[in-house]
Nanobody, 125 residues
Framework: DVQLQASGGGLVQAGGSLRLSCAVSGLTFGNSAIAWFRQAPGKEREGIACIVSDNDDTVYSDSVKGRFTIASDNAKNTAYLQMNSLKPEDTAVYYC??????????????????WGQGTLVTVSS
């Protein structure tokens, strides 16, 4: 049974940093793409960062490029999202996901079959 557990969300002031973690069990970590998505109230789920399993490419959305960094620790079966220079528009529920995405589908929700429960990030102005 595949499980993903996201944690690390919270309240932070604009310009601050947070690190999210995603503990993964039930799958071979290095054989799956791991991604972070977010969903703000009234908006569609947005893919923001991904590590693609077949070539270890990292893919970022334009909205977070240069501010967020995705990383993984295969020994711990854990993925991370380091978020710096946070803005109020980064406020959302953040989800981690695992699946067979490739570079061209890295930020597409349909490419992922396993999802964590979400962790709320609130950035105050």
């Amino acid at each position: 049974d595949v499980q993903l557990q996201a944690s690390g969300g919270g309240l932070v002031q604009a310009g601050g940093s947070l690190r999210l973690s995603c503990a993964v069990s039930g799958l071979t970590f290095g054989n799956s793409a791991i991604a972070w998505f977010r969903q703000a109230p009234g908006k569609e789920r947005e893919g923001i960062a991904c590590i693609v399993s077949d070539n270890d490419d990292t893919v970022y959305s334009d909205s977070v490029k240069g501010r967020f960094t995705i990383a993984s620790d295969n020994a711990k079966n854990t993925a991370y999202l380091q978020m710096n220079s946070l803005k109020p528009e980064d406020t959302a529920v953040y989800y981690c996901a695992a699946g067979r995405a490739i570079t061209s589908t890295a930020t597409t929700p349909r490419a992922y079959t396993n999802w964590g429960q979400g962790t709320l990030v609130t950035v105050s102005s």
